[in-house]
T-cell receptor, first 114, second 111 residues
Framework: DAGVIQSPRHEVTEMGQEVTLRCKPISGHNSLFWYRQTMMRGLELLIYFNNNVPIDDSGMPEDRFSAKMPNASFSTLKIQPSEPRDSAVYFC????????????FGAGSRLTVL | QQQVKQSPQSLIVQKGGIPIINCAYENTAFDYFPWYQQFPGKGPALLIAIRPDVSEKKEGRFTISFNKSAKQFSLHIMDSQPGDSATYFCAASVAGNQFYFGTGTSLTVIP
């Protein structure tokens, strides 16, 4: 298995532009998580899906952020409009579920908003 | 509000030393406590995990100590090596959902 695949790996954009980050989870995993990593706040859970349904989006910073999972093999995290404070590394992770859950992370998407 | 508090923020040890990273939590509903290791440019990867019904778990040079009454757990790395230099995250979850991570500890092992 190729693992969790994220794209793009790096994105540099200007303030106000729309940003779309993509994630392909591991086949067979039924939970998908989006995290944001910054030096100040570490790994923050933004949203997680179970069986393609958003379960908890309380970590989404504000209405500028949205996430979708149209099917079991694809998810997007969109920021519109982007702001410099959104600069961070965004990770997607997937898991099979269960109590002793193991999250498998992608390599991350590094976003820089100028 | 940080669900899991981790310390120290950074740690430098000599090769062969035993770095210790500490984490504390408040939510007694947490029932799974994993540690993740992250190398630069990579995503975090599971290193070792413990359930609250045991006080210690050892895998190779990595040991988790768990104190349920104090709501604290820690990671010990025996005979640390330069290749252990990475960022370490503790985490906690309830029933395998909504993992909450600590802020991370940057470990440097000096040859």
């Amino acid at each position: 298995d190729a693992g969790v695949i994220q794209s793009p790996r790096h994105e540099v954009t200007e303030m106000g532009q729309e940003v779309t980050l993509r994630c392909k989870p591991i086949s067979g995993h039924n939970s998908l998580f989006w995290y944001r990593q910054t030096m100040m706040r570490g790994l923050e859970l933004l949203i997680y899906f179970n069986n393609n349904v958003p379960i908890d989006d309380s970590g989404m910073p504000e209405d500028r952020f949205s996430a979708k999972m149209p099917n079991a093999s694809f998810s997007t995290l969109k920021i519109q409009p982007s702001e410099p404070r959104d600069s961070a590394v965004y990770f997607c992770a997937s898991s099979f579920g269960g109590i002793a859950n193991v999250l498998t992370f992608g390599a991350g998407s590094r976003l820089t908003v100028l | 509000q940080q669900q899991v508090k981790q310390s120290p923020q950074s740690l430098i040890v000599q090769k062969g030393g035993i770095p210790i990273i500490n984490c504390a939590y408040e939510n007694t509903a947490f029932d799974y406590f994993p540690w993740y290791q992250q190398f630069p440019g990579k995503g975090p990867a599971l290193l070792i995990a413990i359930r609250p019904d045991v006080s210690e778990k050892k895998e190779g040079r990595f040991t988790i100590s768990f104190n349920k009454s104090a709501k604290q757990f820690s990671l010990h790395i025996m005979d640390s090596q330069p290749g252990d230099s990475a960022t370490y995250f503790c985490a906690a979850s309830v029933a395998g959902n909504q993992f909450y991570f600590g802020t991370g500890t940057s470990l440097t092992v000096i040859p």
